[in-house]
Every structure is written in structure tokens, then in C-alpha cells.
């Protein structure tokens, strides 16, 4: 893999890098998923929602480096279970977004940051991680699925 390493974001060197994952995953998932935003103020909007959310919610943004230079992301942060879930897994962690550039994908980077947010879920005193995910992102389920996460919850859509 050459030198690859999670870490924290840094700020304001990161940011560019994050804008581009930011389209990356836009352009990425608008390829099965039409509804996706593509105007271009959709990245900065998203960036200033993840950083209030993240700073709301106890959260955590990751990079993954090769050799230096980020390749993708993933941010994360506290959510609150319904009443009806049991007490020990109602305040748990959900990993918000994830994305590894698509020339460093297949090198161990998003199974990376999966890992990453895992540690941070686990230092939060958290029992639980959730991660949301498209139908239609096979890709994405498989990842998931690879790293022993299993299907809990599914949204049913119908347009009126």
C-alpha cells in the first residue's frame, strides 16, 4: 500500500482535498442516484453542514494519506436512538461519509477509516456504529458487509 496512514483532519491545509471528496462521492453516487445535488455550491454548503453537525454531535473527521497526500475521507459523529431502543445502544456512533478517491480504492484506505471511526466510536463509550447507505451502492454494501457491518433499518421510497 506504500506509506498509507489515517489521521485527523487539518485545518485549513485539508480542506481542499475534502471539497474534492466532497464532489467525488456527489459525482459518484449521482451515477445510480438522481437526486443527488450537482451545483457548485453543494460541496462548501455540505462542508459548512458537516463541520456544524460534527461539532454539535461530539463528531470526528478522518483522512487517509498514501505517501503523503490525502485520498479520502470520512467523517463521523454521536447520534441519539429512538426511545424504544434499549439504553445501552441509543446513544451510539454513525459514520456520516466515507470516500477513498477512486485511482487509491482496493488498497485498504476506506477499510482504514472504517477502522478509525470504529476507535473513536469505541472511545466515545459507545456499543454501537451505524452507517447509512444507498440501495443502490453495491460497491459500498459489499465494503460494509466485508467489515462485519449487517443490514438493521431499510426506507422505503415512493414519489408522489
Do not use: K
Not at 437526486?35 to 455540505?46: E, I, L, S
Not at 447520534?79 to 478517491?101: D, K, N, W
Not at 488498497?107 to 482504514?112: D, I, N, S
Not at 462485519?148 to 414519489?159: H, I, N
Amino acid at each position: 500500500m506504500g506509506n498509507a496512514a489515517i489521521r485527523e483532519v487539518r485545518l485549513p491545509r485539508d480542506e481542499p482535498a475534502i471539497l474534492g471528496f466532497i464532489s467525488g462521492l456527489q459525482d459518484y453516487e449521482a451515477a445510480f442516484e438522481p437526486n443527488r445535488r450537482r451545483d457548485p455550491d453543494f460541496p462548501a454548503d455540505h462542508w459548512r453542514d458537516a463541520q456544524h453537525r460534527c461539532a454539535q454531535r461530539h463528531g470526528i473527521f478522518l483522512i487517509a494519506e498514501q505517501d503523503g497526500a490525502a485520498v479520502g475521507w470520512a467523517f463521523a459523529y454521536e447520534e441519539h436512538g429512538e426511545l424504544f431502543v434499549a439504553a445501552p445502544e441509543r446513544r451510539h456512533g454513525f459514520l456520516a461519509e466515507i470516500y477513498v478517491h477512486p485511482q487509491a480504492r482496493g488498497l485498504g484506505h476506506g477499510r482504514a477509516l472504517i477502522e478509525g471511526v470504529e476507535a473513536w466510536s469505541r472511545g466515545r463509550g459507545h456499543a454501537l456504529l451505524t452507517i447509512n447507505v444507498l440501495a443502490q451502492n453495491a460497491r459500498a454494501i459489499r465494503a460494509y458487509e466485508g467489515a462485519g457491518y449487517a443490514p438493521y433499518t431499510m426506507t422505503l421510497r415512493r414519489y408522489l
